[in-house]
């Protein structure tokens, strides 16, 4: 079934690039890619093959292939970060495993693909209006998907593909409700992509309210956030509405002032308040118990939500020690150069580090974690400094993308970067880095008398012909 699977995936988008050209074939995988179950891989000794990296396969060699295809030639700030990012992880990983095949594959396959597909997704203003269709019907599909499951607490393609999922036991219950992971391997990453999404939803009503689009549409927003509820994950509940905010403050430069008061109060009121916003965040993930666990001689209460700032305490020497370059990939609890920092009988409970920050300085060192925070303040920079112009088109696209990074940042303090959802977050900085790197072609886009058709027909009014988008030269 896996490589049937493959193999009609890569035939229809040969077709696509055939049909409609290869922008569209990269549409077509991007949505494609998010919809695929992450649990259909294949091990070929250390190096894994699954649904996502066929799919860069096949869409990098139909643009590599297509005679009209017109590569990103201006490179970015962010593009050498992820590339230093990338030469980090490599070189860490080599340093503690020594030279090896599969070691020369993971920064390719899980930092640079994702990337590289965003920078080829985004050209022109033309590909957000070519993909906003796609992801509306997508979202649709993953809103009845999570409803769905959550109401009756099975996952349908995990039935049709023989997969077990721990989340279907009676005691993960929330609330009463199954928690949602559609084609994901745990809710809280379907709840990540989901808040990816966001901001191409609310394009989507955008265009629907202006006429422009069914309107359906207009349900898209409501459609999504009451998926990422069925996901019964706070995290991204909780970035949805953060991300709203700083959506809602880039948008409106003259409510600016107030809406930072409004944040302030409402930090204030928080931190006042966090006994109670404790007890309602345990009791919202049904924590009704809790563990004592001793770290250096010291007794804690834990339960799920305590995991989040007691690794701090439990992984405090590993930090320390981690130095530039970090003890590479973390593997299992036996043989983990990061846990023999760790007291014994704390190694079982705080081996999963749902912290992706923590995660990086142990395996990538304070480097790998320096590089990673400079990328993402980039692309936020660059989407913030979009959003600022709100005259110019998808000014509030770009400005809920900003606000959907920012939370997703904050959000990483309680959770790793998954693959599942670090496919999207990884291709949005690609996106967001695109953007800035063909900004002198959208500035032309935005002219009230820009027509790709008539410039490349008459170079001689100043416009080069390869600031036509898709122009072949």
């Keep these: 079934m896996f490589y049937v699977l493959i193999l009609a995936i890569c035939v229809f988008l040969v077709r696509v690039t055939l049909a409609q050209g290869v922008r569209a074939a990269v549409s077509v995988g991007w949505i494609m890619a998010l919809i695929v179950p992450y649990w259909l891989f294949r091990n070929y000794g250390p190096i894994r093959l699954d649904m996502q990296t066929s799919i860069c396969i096949a ?24 590339g230093g990012l990338a030469l980090v992880v490599l070189v860490s ?6 030279l090896k095949i599969s070691l020369l594959v993971r920064p390719v396959q899980e930092w640079l693909m994702p990337y590289v597909l965003g920078r080829l997704l985004f050209q022109s203003y033309e590909d957000i209006r070519r993909i906003t269709p796609l992801v509306a019907y997508a979202c ?15 996952n349908p393609i995990s039935y049709v593909t023989n997969h077990s999922s721990p989340f279907e036991q009676p005691h993960t219950l929330r609330l009463g409700f199954k928690r949602a992971e559609g084609p994901f391997t745990h809710p809280i990453y379907f709840g990540m992509v989901l808040l990816l999404l966001a901001p191409w939803t609310l394009e989507a009503a955008r265009r629907a309210y202006q006429g422009d689009g069914p309107k359906w549409w207009l349900l898209v927003p409501c459609a999504n956030a009451a998926a990422i509820l069925c996901t019964m994950s706070r995290g991204p509940a909780l970035g949805l509405i953060f ?4 959506t809602v403050f880039l948008s409106w430069p003259k409510w600016r002032v107030q809406l930072f008061a409004v944040g302030l109060l409402a930090c204030i009121a928080v931190l006042a308040g966090r006994h109670l916003a404790y007890e309602v965040l345990t009791t919202w993930s049904g924590e ?11 007794p804690y209460p834990y339960t799920g939500t305590d995991h989040r700032w ?120 690609g996106l967001a880095a695109s953007w800035r790197a063909h900004a002198h072609v959208l500035a ?15 170079p001689g009014r100043g416009v080069s012909r390869r600031l036509v988008p898709g122009h072949p030269s």
């Design 243 to 246: 991300a709203a905010y700083v």
């Design 140 to 154: 649709l599909l993953l809103a009845v998907w999570a409803g769905f499951e959550a109401v009756a607490k099975v």
């Design 93 to 98: 990983e080599v340093s503690a495993a020594g």
């Design 310 to 429: 007691l690794q701090f305490l439990v992984y405090e020497r590993a930090i320390a020690e981690a130095g530039l370059l970090g003890f590479g990939k973390l593997g299992p609890i036996d043989g983990s150069p990061h846990m023999e920092y760790v007291e014994d009988h704390l190694e079982p409970r705080f081996a999963s580090i749902d912290n992706h920050y923590i995660y990086m300085i142990l395996s990538s060192g304070y480097l790998g974690v320096l590089l990673f925070l400079l990328l993402g303040a980039c692309t936020i920079y660059y989407l913030a400094k979009q959003a600022g112009r709100v005259t110019a088109p998808y000014s509030l696209f770009a400005a809920s993308t900003c606000g959907v990074l920012v939370a997703q940042m904050c959000l990483m303090l309680t959770v790793w970067l998954a693959r599942d959802f670090g496919f999207m977050f990884l291709s949005t900085f």
């Design 288 to 298: 009704k118990d809790y563990e004592v666990f001793f770290i250096d001689g010291e």
């Design 444 to 458: 032309l886009e935005e002219r009230p008398s820009w027509n790709a058709g008539s410039m490349a027909r008459q």
């Design 59 to 82: 869409l990098f060699a139909c643009v590599a292939l297509h005679p009209t295809t017109r590569l990103p030639r201006r490179f970015v700030l962010a593009d050498i970060l992820m």
